[in-house]
Nanobody, 123 residues
Framework: VQLQASGGGSVQAGGSLRLSCAAS????????MAWFRQAPGKEREFVAG????????IYADSVKGRFTVSRDRTKGMVFLQMNSLRPEDTAVYLC?????????????????WGQGTQVTVSS
């Protein structure tokens, strides 16, 4: 399974970006999916996750109220709408497919990972 993330870029603080991630197979349609991020010199950090139906979402406290995760099961895609961006949101954002229908916040529950897309927020 291949995952391709896109939509990253450079924005000023307070701006918005929408990330997209496409899976190469329909495997993703029956599994949870999530976004993680990794900044230079830091550990991979959970951002947002969504279950296989799209009915349940979870967020890291640092992005609650600013980011929204959604998915299109028919296309095997997951999205991340990011509003009110802050310099501390700067990182490579990676999408992942869970080993189960629900997923979670731990990276160990995810079996497939994309290469990521860079998000840079300037002050």
């Amino acid at each position: 399974v291949q995952l391709q993330a896109s939509g990253g870029g450079s924005v000023q603080a307070g701006g918005s970006l929408r990330l997209s991630c496409a899976a190469s197979k329909r495997t993703a349609s029956n599994n949870g999916m999530a976004w993680f991020r990794q900044a230079p010199g830091k550990e991979r950090e959970f951002v947002a996750g969504i279950n296989w139906t799209g009915s349940t979402t979870i967020y890291a406290d640092s992005v609650k109220g600013r980011f929204t995760v959604s998915r299109d099961r028919t296309k095997g895609m997951v999205f991340l709408q990011m509003n009110s961006l802050r310099p501390e949101d700067t990182a490579v954002y990676l999408c992942a497919i869970s080993r189960s229908a629900s997923g979670g916040s731990s990276p160990w529950t995810y079996q497939y990972w994309g290469q990521g897309t860079q998000v840079t927020v300037s002050s």
